[in-house]
């Protein structure tokens, strides 16, 4: 089976730009969350997703924003970067029922 | 609310030393407990996890006990490998209005040295 996938593996943006990225969740899970990860603030959670809908959101503003399709892919788009967007995003996936989540390897974002 | 406490490190240990990361919780309830473990330039890899008090999660020789007593759920290995060097996140999940969401630790990185 295979597990979560991540892309892009990096990304490069500048300052004002708007980023995009995408994950595919294990195979019949239908639950997808993000978080964020940097040196400072650790991994925050960001929002979860189920069945198309957003549950739960993180303390994130407004320019972090996500969406799931029918077939359980994610994406999450940041509008407006920021230097302090830089980080090491990853979404998880979990199945219904279980409380255990399993991760992608993460979008490495930096912004210049 | 909830939040987990842990032991930040950075820790360096010589191969075949024995390894404990402590790790406290504040949580409502009773939540599920979970070691997650990140390589160098990799995501977050399920490690073991414990889902009520007592209940014992076991994984590549690593193991950690939930002690409701003392809201703990320390990690310890008998004999750390230099394959074992990465950093380790203590977490717990919550549960909001149907949703979970895992809240962790700060990580510690652990280097074991030949």
């Known amino acids: 089976k295979a597990g979560v996938t991540q892309t892009p593996r990096y990304l490069i943006k500048t300052r004002g730009q708007q980023v995009t990225l995408s994950c595919s969740p294990i195979?019949?899970?239908?639950?997808v969350s993000w978080y964020q990860q940097t040196p400072g603030q650790g991994l925050q959670f960001l929002f979860e997703?189920?069945?198309?809908?957003?549950?739960n959101k993180g303390n994130f503003p407004g320019r972090f924003s996500g969406r799931q399709f029918s077939n359980s892919r994610s994406e999450m788009n940041v509008s407006t970067l920021e230097l302090g967007d830089s980080a090491l995003y990853l979404c998880a996936s979990r199945s219904d029922g279980r409380t255990e989540a399993f991760f992608g390897q993460g979008t490495r974002l930096t912004v210049v | 609310g909830n939040s987990v406490t842990q032991m930040e490190g950075p820790v360096t240990l010589s191969e075949e030393a024995f390894l404990t990361i402590n790790c406290t919780y504040t949580a409502t309830g009773y939540p599920s407990l979970f070691w997650y473990v990140q390589y160098p330039g990799e995501g977050l890899q399920l490690l073991l996890k414990?889902?009520?008090?007592?209940d014992k999660g076991s994984n590549k020789g690593f193991e950690a006990t939930y002690r409701k007593e003392t809201t703990s759920f320390h990690l310890e290995k008998g004999s750390v490998q230099v394959s074992d060097s990465a950093v380790y996140f203590c977490?717990?999940?919550?549960?909001?209005?149907?949703?979970?969401?895992?809240?962790f630790g700060k990580g510690m990185k652990l280097t074991v040295n030949p």
């Open positions: 195979s019949g899970h239908r639950s």
């Open positions: 414990a889902t009520k008090a007592d």
């Open positions: 997703y189920f069945s198309e809908t957003q549950r």
């Open positions: 977490a717990l999940i919550r549960t909001q209005g149907g949703s979970e969401k895992l809240v």
